[in-house]
């Protein structure tokens, strides 16, 4: 099994940063980390992934704004987030990604208002 634990979410100012943090236990594999998010009445769609090796993908909506990076040591991924705009405002959900299953975090929430 594998938990998630998420962290770093919360309200700021349309321009903004604010940096997501991931931090998953246990021992099985993944091929790749990454954030999604989410809003009432949406489906969750992909904002950012990026695999063991190295590699990532970003939804363009976000790109040129955001980073995702990992530390497979510690196995941790983070979202730097820059220039938030209203509509990044959502719930965002860490993914862990193993052969046999996806996994989720709870969730934390991004308000990005002024």
């Known amino acids: 099994q594998v938990q998630l634990v998420e962290s770093g979410g919360g309200l700021v100012q349309p321009g903004g940063s604010l940096r997501l943090s991931c931090a998953a236990s246990?021992?099985?594999?993944?091929?790749?980390m990454g954030w999604y998010r989410q809003t009432p009445g949406k489906q969750r769609e992909m904002v950012a992934t990026?695999?063991?090796?190295?590699?990532?993908n970003y939804a363009d909506s976000v790109k040129g704004r955001f980073t995702i990076s990992r530390d497979n040591a510690k196995n941790t991924v983070s979202l730097q987030m820059n220039s938030l705009k209203p509509e990044d405002t959502a719930v965002y959900y860490c993914n862990y990604r193993s052969v046999a299953r996806n996994y989720w975090g709870q969730g934390t929430q991004v308000t990005v208002s002024s």
């Open positions: 246990g021992s099985i594999f993944s091929i790749a």
């Open positions: 990026i695999t063991s090796g190295g590699s990532t």
